[in-house]
Structures are given as C-alpha cells and as structure tokens.
C-alpha cells in the first residue's frame, strides 16, 4: 500500500467530509429536532469515518467563529482577496495556495454574516460522555446539572443558548436538572423525547425500548419526532415509571424507587422478577456473562439485593437459596436445574 493509499484510508472522502458540513449545518439551525438528531446519531453509527470528519467539521467551525467575531478579520479579509485577484497568473501550487486562503475567509465572513443574523450562534460542541460495562460515572454539566451514567452508556450532550439538548445513544443514565425555564433540558432517544425544566428523573435506551422514571419535578414525555404535538405527549408526576416501544402502546407504571436508585451505588434490587430479566441486569455489568438453557428456569422468580457486576456472589446465591447448578464456563455461566 502507498502513501497516498494510506492517506485515503486515515482521513475522510471528500463526499464524507461535505455530509459531515451539511450536518453540522443542520444540527445548529434552529428548526433541528430529535428527528433530525436521530438520523444523524445513526449516520455517525454507519462508520468510524463519520465521526472523524464531523470532528473535524466543528473544530474548523469552532476556529472560524472565533475569528469572525475579530475586527480585524474583516481588513485582512480584503488584503488576503486583493493580493489573490492581482496573483491571478502565479504558478499553479501557488494559485491553489491563494485559492485555500480565499476560501478560509469567505467561510469566516459567512460564519460572521449568519452570527449577526442570529441564525447561528457560537454554542459550544456537543460533548460525548460514556462508561464501559461495570462502570458508573458522574458529570456535572456548564449549568450546574449532574448526570450520572450507569454501566455501557453513551450519550451526547449539546448545551445550546435556548435548549440543553441530551441524546442517549445506548444505556441508562440520571439526570438532575439545573432549573433554567428559559433553556429547556431535553434526553432523545429513538422512541422519546423527554423535557424537563427542574427535576431528577433516569432514562434507560436498551433493547429497542425507552424506559422514564420521575424521581422529583415534572417531566413531559413524547413519540420522537412529535415533539409539538400536545395531543400526544405524556406529563409525569413523581413515582411515575413510562415504557415506550415501537410499535405497541406505551405503557405507563409506579416505580419501584429503592430499585430505580440502587444502581446509583452499584446495587441491584429485584422484587419478584423473572430470573431470565434479572440475568439481562447481571449481564449488563460484567463481561462474564449468564446463560439460562431452559425456558422454565428464566421464569423462577427472583429478589433480593445483589452487587452488580460480582459476578462470584450472584453465583453463589443462585446455587443455594434457588438451587440452580452452575456451569461456569470461563466467560460464559449456563445456569439450569439440579
């Protein structure tokens, strides 16, 4: 492979680098909804590449609205496209030179021009936060709200100058909510948005499916997508717990609030569950995971308190107090009957 091959492998196409800059574009206009957001969280999700080259996009972005809101950019702007127009018949490398130059200041004075406009304004990147499986981490965003992510969860954080814009790739997290009527706090998923303007509430996006739960505050809940349509919308009070999945009815509960706070420091509380829904929990904090081999064993119903991610002490209980035999495997354990 040459040099140039191993160019072409390292950086962007030139069609991938103009998607990212058309992304870029949309994601800061104002109309930009969970939508829009969702289809570029799976344009990212297509390949590697994607998240190189819209990277690139903001810093470039991020380095011209610098200099656009600079006086001076606007003389040397003019100096830098009279010397181009008077070099018109320098040598080739140097006209693409000049034409490079020129290009950079028509996108700072563009980047300029949509900033005194108000159609664009200088908001920070979006941020990506995420823990691998069995960790659990804390973040405290500009505004002074805490989120919390549980065990393999990503998710991106854009905080606009009229919206606090969560997207919650994959995972679980908490949010406790700086109040900011003014800027409303919103977590987007593939199945719901949730807004909220003061408040302690968990968002859990696994296996297809959107779980809320309302510690504090209010929140409203809505189908992505439908985020002004009221007729649709779901308003929470505290103890309220809402799965959304597509294509079936959204199904609204009381939460179980030891369990949904057991998590925060690193415990698993079951009351009365199906083992095989209490081995999907286990499996979500260690990468030696569980198996069950027989359907009737998934459904003896578990509780109790257990410390995610130690694995040997899940075992150990499993054995005597359900009396199931334990294969272990190495990376894999097959529970079943004795």
Not at 145 to 164: C, E, F, Y
Not at 182 to 196: H, I, L, S
């Amino acid at each position: 492979m040459n040099v140039e091959d191993q160019d072409m492998r390292r950086y962007p196409s030139e069609s991938v680098a103009m998607q990212a800059d058309r992304w870029l574009a949309r994601l800061r206009s104002p109309d930009c909804g969970i939508a829009d957001r969702r289809c570029f969280q799976e344009w990212l999700a297509q390949a590697p590449m994607h998240w190189q080259a819209y990277n690139h996009a903001e810093h470039l972005w991020s380095a011209a609205a610098a200099q656009a809101q600079d006086p001076e950019m606007a003389a040397m702007a003019d100096a830098i496209l009279s010397r181009a127009r008077q070099r018109r018949h320098a040598a080739p490398r140097r006209a693409r030179l000049l034409g490079w130059a020129a290009a950079v200041v028509v996108l700072v004075g563009t980047v300029a021009g949509a900033m005194r406009s108000g159609w664009l304004s200088p908001t920070p990147a979006a941020v990506m936060y995420s823990t691998a499986i069995g960790e659990i981490r804390s973040f405290t965003l500009s505004d002074g709200s805490v989120i919390t992510l549980n065990t393999d969860t990503m998710l991106q954080v854009s905080m606009g100058t009229h919206a606090r814009t969560i997207t919650l790739q994959r995972g679980e997290a908490q949010f406790k909510v700086a109040p900011d009527p003014q800027k409303p706090f919103t977590v987007g998923t593939p199945q719901a948005a949730v807004t909220a303007v003061g408040t302690v509430f968990q968002v859990r996006n696994i296996d297809a499916a959107t779980q809320v739960s309302l510690l504090e505050g209010r929140v409203r809940v809505v189908p992505a997508g439908t985020e002004r349509n009221v007729a649709v919308r779901q308003d929470l009070v505290p103890g309220d717990k809402l799965l959304a999945k597509a294509g079936t009815p959204w199904l609204r509960t009381r939460t179980d609030t030891e369990a949904a706070n057991g998590w925060l420091s690193g415990r698993l509380v079951f009351d009365s569950i199906p083992l095989s829904q209490a081995v999907s929990e286990f499996n979500r904090y260690s990468q030696r995971k569980l198996r069950i081999d027989d359907p009737a064993v998934g459904e003896i119903r578990i509780e109790g308190v257990f410390n995610a991610g130690d694995t040997d002490s899940i075992l150990l209980a499993l054995r005597y107090a359900y009396a199931l035999r334990v294969d272990d495997r190495g990376t894999e354990v097959v529970l079943s009957r004795k």
